[in-house]
């Protein structure tokens, strides 16, 4: 069944019967990302801090740069 037949298939069951189980996924998802942290930390899979380290080294960096001359926008404009 490709995407758009099952699209259809869901638009046209009845309005509660769609809440139903847009709220029964909810719950579903809800469920897993609980039992998901459960079984990390008995099966010892919890991040050590090195690990956390190394993740944060590969998140982008920003750094500020300070703006010499005019500024443009409403930072740029006195107010008195």
Known sequence: M???HTHRSFRN???????LVGAGLLVWGAVG???SDRAEERL?????????????????RIIPVERGGRQGGAAGRRTS
């Open 2 to 4: 490709t995407h758009h």
């Open 33 to 35: 990302l609980q039992l």
């Open 13 to 19: 069951l009845a309005p509660r019967t769609r809440a």
């Open 44 to 60: 010892g899979l919890t991040p050590s801090e090195e690990d956390r380290e190394a993740l944060a080294r590969l998140g982008p």
